[in-house]
């Protein structure tokens, strides 16, 4: 007998690796280890910082997989959790495991690249939610 994966789940595994490569093609890496570390750090930054209702709305948006990445080990019962730029950088180089003057760039492409992948207005309804200077940080231009 052979060991085959169902169709849905199939598909699920296509659709996050959609996601990946946008996220490594954004960030210009070809490492997906990478992209998806800092893809979960992104998430996580972004989740933590809002109401759950909004973090779910957002959510709702993810495909699947992606899904469960966003939501591993969130306590609702805490959120949102205030902080600021400094902080924000602070985690994110802590999780991704990369260098803080790395962080504006990343979190811009990774930003772009999400955008392209939701339904329009979505990510900017989670986005609103932050207070400006890490909204201005998510959504620098990026060359």
Same mark, same amino acid.
Request: glycine content about 2%.
């Given at each position: 007998?052979?060991?085959?994966?169902?169709?849905?789940? +199939?598909?699920? @595994?296509?659709?996050?690796?959609?996601?990946?490569?946008?996220?490594?093609?954004?960030?210009?890496?070809?490492? !997906?280890h990478?992209?998806? !570390? @800092?893809? !979960?750090?992104?998430?996580?930054?972004? $989740?933590?910082?809002?109401?759950?209702?909004?973090?779910?709305?957002?959510?709702?948006?993810?495909? +699947?997989?992606? !899904?469960?990445?966003? *939501?591993?080990?969130?306590?609702?019962?805490?959120?949102?959790?205030? *902080?600021?730029? &400094?902080? *924000?950088?602070?985690?994110?180089?802590? &999780?991704?495991?990369?260098?803080? +003057?790395?962080?504006? $760039?990343?979190?811009s492409?990774?930003?772009?690249?999400?955008?392209?992948?939701?339904?329009?207005?979505?990510? +900017?309804a989670?986005?609103?939610?932050?207070?400006?200077?890490? $909204?201005?940080?998510?959504?620098?231009?990026?060359?």
């Open positions: 007998m052979s060991a085959t994966r169902p169709p849905d789940f +199939e598909h699920a @595994i296509h659709t996050a690796n959609i996601w990946l490569k946008a996220v490594s093609d954004s960030l210009g890496t070809d490492d !997906r990478l992209a998806h !570390r @800092i893809l !979960r750090t992104w998430f996580h930054t972004l $989740r933590d910082r809002l109401t759950v209702d909004v973090a779910a709305h957002f959510a709702a948006q993810l495909p +699947e997989l992606l !899904r469960g990445v966003y *939501y591993d080990g969130w306590d609702p019962s805490v959120v949102p959790i205030k *902080y600021d730029r &400094e902080a *924000y950088v602070n985690r994110f180089v802590h &999780e991704a495991k990369v260098n803080a +003057e790395d962080v504006p $760039r990343i979190a492409s990774v930003t772009s690249a999400v955008r392209k992948q939701v339904s329009p207005g979505h990510l +900017e989670a986005v609103d939610q932050l207070p400006h200077d890490i $909204r201005a940080l998510l959504l620098q231009t990026t060359t």
